[in-house]
């Protein structure tokens, strides 16, 4: 059972490492902006709605890495490592995703946690099963217990238990576990095409 102290505690943590790395990462943020102005035309920021804890929808905020109205050149739910409306420095940023640094702000409004099921498409959790709506039960994460067990290379029912089993042993020594070993594998770039090379996404990867 998760305690609402436990809860409160873990609300802390993400407010505070996420304040502070918008901070520091301001002028990360600002080089990453300039380098997608100058690649292609568009928005620096990608946005699409996505379901929260207890269904609540939001904006997640990612940086652009695809041409400006990439869902209307191709398949909105899937994507691979050689896809034509990925731009350059897009393919930079997803190889060592930076583009998902903006989700800090929605950890720090407390629509996301650092720690939690990756979220999803409204449409996707629309259809879920009583077994996956589990994975709303919580806010969803920056990381994961199933980012750290192969992130895109697992398929969606291996995920989703590993989402579960998250939420069933849940604790704040296990949220500090997981970010730590969430480091080497965003430094192997482990992941971030599944088989194939492709990204069917259920979760807004």
């Known amino acids: 059972m998760i305690l609402a102290f436990q ?10 490492i996420s304040f502070s790395c918008l901070i520091l990462l301001l002028p990360l943020f600002a080089l990453i902006a300039l380098a997608i102005r100058l690649d292609s035309p568009g928005p620096v920021f990608f946005r699409v709605r996505a379901t929260g804890r207890e269904k609540k929808a939001f904006w997640e905020r990612k940086f652009r890495t695809m041409i400006d109205h990439a869902n209307e050149k191709g398949h909105r739910f899937e994507t691979s490592a050689d896809d034509p409306r ?21 950890v720090f409004v407390g629509e996301m946690s650092l720690v939690g099921p990756r ?3 409204t449409e996707v959790t ?5 077994q ?10 920056l990381t994961g217990w199933a ?3 192969g992130r895109n290379i697992l398929a969606w029912p291996e995920r989703v238990k590993l989402d579960i089993e998250y939420l069933e042993q849940f604790s704040l020594l296990l949220d500090l576990k997981i970010i730590l070993r969430t480091i080497p594998v965003l430094l192997r770039k482990e992941g971030v095409y599944g088989e194939g090379r492709k990204v069917r996404m259920h979760h807004t990867v």
């Open 119 to 121: 979220p999803t498409f």
């Open 86 to 106: 990925i731009t350059r420095v897009g393919r930079i940023l997803r190889r060592w995703s930076l583009d998902e640094l903006p989700q800090l702000w929605n």
């Open 132 to 141: 996956e709506a589990r994975r709303l039960e919580m806010r969803p994460g």
């Open 147 to 149: 980012q750290i067990h």
């Open 7 to 16: 809860l409160a505690i873990k609300r802390l943590f993400d407010l505070a």
């Open 126 to 130: 629309e259809r879920y099963t009583p």
